[in-house]
């Protein structure tokens, strides 16, 4: 999905941003949903992701090491590439991409903010923190109704929707307190966790 952030390496900020939230409406799980309004007999395309996922298990609890490896390199990343894709991650990782491409940009997140980015923070905070109670609730709704197709569309955009609210008070919330001494003092050392990508993302 990492690819996303070549093509758009020379869009403007505006361009990526108005992509990022279009990747993060969820177009194609509501494209879905409103087909089935239409069409009642309407069911999702099957991408033969549990099929797959049957192999996988199969090379992963009978395999030898090198039939693991090849599988996983093979068939295993097509599996997680197609359950990506049907479970709405796809687009919603390319969409948390350029979000994170346009705040870097706009240097939202450096340690010695401005004060209108500390001010974007503290709005952001507020925003997300009474967004999320309300986009849980629905959420939690729609994952009861009796219609799986429901709850694979709208309900995983809503799911995505009240996960990225909570994920903007995480970081709001940080960023405000790295402006604390204190805070920054206590955890400026996880800098050189953060960037070890691989040793970070293995461990």
């Known amino acids: 999905v990492g690819i996303i952030l070549f093509i758009v390496r020379k869009w403007s900020d505006k361009a990526i941003l108005i992509t990022a939230i279009i990747f993060s409406i969820q177009p194609i ?17 099957d991408l033969n992701v549990g099929a797959m996922y049957s192999e996988v298990a199969d090379y992963t609890k009978n395999g030898s090491f090198w039939e693991f490896l090849i599988g996983n390199v093979t068939l295993g990343q097509k599996a997680s590439l197609f359950w990506a894709i049907g479970a709405g991650r796809f687009l919603q990782t390319a969409g948390l991409f350029l979000f994170g491409l346009y705040i870097g940009r706009c240097l939202l ?70 402006q604390k001494a204190k805070f920054q003092k206590a955890v400026s050392n996880l800098r050189f966790y953060g960037k070890m990508s691989l040793t970070n993302y293995i461990t």
């Open 109 to 178: 997140y450096t340690s010695d903010a401005a004060e209108s980015h500390l001010k974007f923070w503290t709005k952001a905070l507020i925003i997300a923190a009474i967004s999320f109670a309300p986009l849980y609730s629905l959420k939690e709704q729609i994952m009861q109704s009796d219609s799986s197709l429901i709850q694979q569309t709208v309900g995983t955009a809503f799911d995505m929707w009240q996960k990225f609210a909570f994920t903007i008070v995480l970081i709001a919330s940080f960023i405000l307190l790295y």
């Open 29 to 45: 799980e509501l494209f879905h949903y409103i087909m089935s309004l239409f069409n009642p007999a309407y069911t999702l395309p």
